[in-house]
């Protein structure tokens, strides 16, 4: 979006966080005070309960829809509604928020739609994406390419549970209280989402795996990496000053590192004790119970210019997908500690390319840690996979930002891209499967399969009963020849 007002756009951003950049022709609107983060969010041990596996990921996930009350109680997005001001394109998130794509309808505009992952399972259906749960893993199943029958199956049966639990348990939902708020007029929020133009993905197959995409679906991945800054000065010293390399620990924005149970803390207060390295700990409280003098603690850090230095030799971290990232541009292996939703996905695709490792949350004690730790620090492979897989990630025509304001200009053009979009977005999903040609053959050759079973049995009965009704006649007429005499 700061791009774009770069570049000469007339920008208006509704913000949950704003950031207050000082651009003429970048508005922004503060909307943080009317959507709220589950009571959970933050928590690791919290977060953790909710997500033992993929299906309890899909229904935690749902958590993070903005209510209905929140929006009808929103002033700056009903005044939106009521606007009459001309717009050229509509960019919105399509995690869990189809409910924005009625501001693209209402305001009569082109939808881009942002995703920051893979696609989910009810992105296939409105995008006319072909997802083979076969070898595409879903993005809370942990699971990589090359799964066993029994992954296939799970992978299978989680794509369809996403598919029926966000049509049932979500657009129905906007389907009975939508109207009531903005209209009986509306669409159904089902016929909206296949409305959408375009839709831009933080993805990009070096890292995410390859996967077949409709060309309005672009990979975007990298989009947040913006070029290294200044590291603060009290940051910049410590890791200079560090022999042996820095070692950087954060559980993201979401997930709070202090949330961490005491034996979990102790556990990476132990291993940091026992390694040359310094650490960067991005801790929010105050105070580090049992913090060793080669612990320095923040409650923020820079984390992309951090990664940039060259002197960081591990990042430890929850396996976010923004973050992991940025660890793969720079080729800084990652030790990543999955809580929920597609961080394991995202640590497993690393482990699979031989640049990280996975720490399962449960399995965290003083040894563990530590011998992770030194064995990522200590063996090359490591930061030698992880170089080549950061000049895979880089090698590209355009860079991702380049990308996604090209496709955005492209929309705006164009006054929209329905062209780019293939017949299956709008086929029913029995027609997609050809299960509706597949029964009828089926049903043909079953006809005509059952036609030459009852036409042959019908001409054995009818020669059967010509040779066995002829002799029996036969055999009647002697025997009456010799009564008779």
């Given at each position: 979006?700061?791009?774009?007002?770069?570049?000469?756009?007339?920008?208006?951003?509704?913000?949950?966080?704003?950031?207050?950049?000082?651009?003429?022709?970048?508005?922004?609107?503060?909307?943080?005070?009317?959507?709220?983060?589950?009571?959970?969010?933050?928590?690791?041990?919290?977060?953790?309960?909710?997500?033992?596996?993929?299906?309890?990921?899909?229904?935690?996930?749902?958590?993070?829809?903005?209510?209905?009350?929140?929006?009808?109680?929103?002033?700056?997005?009903?005044?939106?509604?009521?606007?009459?001001?001309?717009?050229?394109?509509?960019?919105?998130?399509?995690?869990?928020?189809?409910?924005?794509?009625?501001?693209?309808?209402?305001?009569d505009i082109p939808t881009i739609a942002?995703?920051?992952?893979?696609?989910?399972?009810?992105?296939?259906?409105?995008?006319?994406?072909?997802?083979?749960?076969?070898?595409?893993?879903?993005?809370?199943?942990?699971?990589?390419?090359?799964?066993?029958?029994?992954?296939?199956?799970?992978?299978?049966?989680?794509?369809?549970?996403?598919?029926?639990?966000?049509?049932?348990?979500?657009?129905?939902?906007?389907?009975?209280?939508?109207?009531?708020?903005?209209?009986?007029?509306?669409?159904?929020?089902?016929?909206?989402?296949?409305?959408?133009?375009?839709?831009?993905?933080?993805?990009?197959?070096?890292?995410?795996?390859?996967?077949?995409?409709?060309?309005?679906?672009?990979?975007?991945?990298?989009?947040?990496?913006?070029?290294?800054?200044?590291?603060?000065?009290?940051?910049?010293?410590?890791?200079?000053?560090?022999?042996?390399?820095?070692?950087?620990?954060?559980?993201?924005?979401?997930?709070?590192?202090?949330?961490?149970?005491?034996?979990?803390?102790?556990?990476?207060?132990?291993?940091f004790s026992k390694i040359p390295q310094?650490?960067?700990?991005?801790?929010?409280?105050?105070?580090?119970?049992?913090?060793?003098?080669?612990?320095?603690?923040?409650?923020?850090?820079?984390?992309?210019?951090?990664?940039?230095?060259?002197?960081?030799?591990?990042?430890?971290?929850?396996?976010?997908?923004?973050?992991?990232?940025?660890?793969?541009?720079?080729?800084?292996?990652?030790?990543?500690?999955?809580?929920?939703?597609?961080?394991?996905?995202?640590?497993?695709?690393?482990?699979?390319?031989?640049?990280?490792?996975?720490?399962?949350?449960?399995?965290?004690?003083?040894?563990v840690v530590l011998e992770k730790i030194?064995?990522?620090?200590?063996?090359?492979?490591?930061?030698?996979?992880?170089?080549?897989?950061?000049?895979?990630?880089?090698?590209?025509?355009?860079?991702?930002?380049?990308?996604?304001?090209?496709?955005?200009?492209?929309?705006?053009?164009?006054?929209?891209?329905?062209?780019?979009?293939?017949?299956?977005?709008?086929?029913?999903?029995?027609?997609?499967?050809?299960?509706?040609?597949?029964?009828?053959?089926?049903?043909?050759?079953?006809?005509?399969?059952?036609?030459?079973?009852?036409?042959?049995?019908?001409?054995?009965?009818?020669?059967?009963?010509?040779?066995?009704?002829?002799?029996?006649?036969?055999?009647?007429?002697?025997?009456?020849?010799?009564?008779?005499?």
């Amino acid at each position: 979006m700061v791009e774009l007002a770069h570049r000469g756009h007339n920008v208006t951003i509704y913000d949950t966080f704003p950031k207050s950049y000082t651009i003429p022709n970048y508005h922004e609107i503060d909307i943080s005070n009317c959507f709220g983060l589950p009571s959970h969010a933050g928590g690791i041990n919290q977060m953790k309960s909710l997500s033992n596996n993929g299906f309890d990921s899909v229904h935690m996930v749902l958590e993070f829809i903005p209510q209905y009350e929140e929006i009808a109680n929103c002033k700056p997005l009903l005044e939106l509604w009521n606007s009459t001001e001309k717009y050229d394109v509509l960019i919105t998130e399509a995690f869990i928020t189809d409910v924005f794509y009625l501001f693209g309808e209402k305001l009569d505009i082109p939808t881009i739609a942002f995703h920051t992952n893979v696609p989910m399972p009810w992105h296939s259906g409105p995008m006319g994406l072909s997802h083979n749960p076969a070898y595409l893993p879903t993005q809370f199943s942990g699971y990589i390419r090359g799964m066993s029958f029994f992954q296939r199956m799970h992978n299978f049966l989680m794509h369809c549970y996403g598919i029926v639990v966000y049509k049932y348990e979500s657009q129905a939902k906007y389907d009975e209280i939508a109207p009531k708020i903005f209209g009986s007029s509306v669409s159904r929020m089902e016929d909206i989402a296949r409305k959408v133009d375009i839709m831009l993905l933080y993805v990009h197959f070096s890292y995410n795996w390859p996967r077949p995409l409709v060309p309005n679906v672009i990979e975007v991945g990298g989009l947040n990496i913006k070029d290294k800054k200044p590291l603060p000065e009290n940051i910049e010293k410590f890791i200079n000053e560090s022999k042996h390399g820095v070692v950087y620990f954060c559980m993201g924005s979401l997930l709070r590192g202090e949330t961490f149970p005491p034996e979990k803390r102790e556990a990476f207060l132990y291993a940091f004790s026992k390694i040359p390295q310094r650490v960067l700990w991005k801790w929010e409280g105050d105070v580090l119970p049992g913090k060793s003098d080669n612990i320095m603690i923040s409650k923020w850090m820079p984390q992309r210019d951090i990664l940039a230095h060259p002197n960081v030799k591990l990042f430890i971290s929850h396996g976010g997908l923004l973050g992991t990232s940025e660890a793969v541009y720079e080729g800084v292996p990652v030790l990543g500690i999955p809580i929920f939703g597609d961080q394991r996905t995202n640590i497993k695709s690393l482990e699979a390319n031989g640049a990280g490792e996975l720490l399962d949350y449960n399995e965290i004690s003083k040894e563990v840690v530590l011998e992770k730790i030194q064995r990522l620090l200590n063996d090359p492979k490591y930061k030698e996979n992880a170089k080549l897989l950061s000049d895979r990630y880089r090698d590209r025509p355009m860079s991702p930002l380049d990308t996604a304001v090209y496709w955005t200009e492209y929309v705006i053009r164009h006054k929209g891209a329905p062209h780019l979009r293939t017949a299956a977005a709008d086929m029913p999903w029995y027609q997609y499967l050809l299960l509706d040609v597949i029964a009828f053959i089926v049903a043909v050759l079953v006809a005509g399969l059952l036609i030459i079973y009852y036409t042959t049995k019908f001409i054995l009965r009818a020669i059967y009963g010509l040779i066995c009704g002829g002799g029996a006649k036969k055999g009647s007429s002697k025997s009456d020849k010799k009564k008779r005499n």
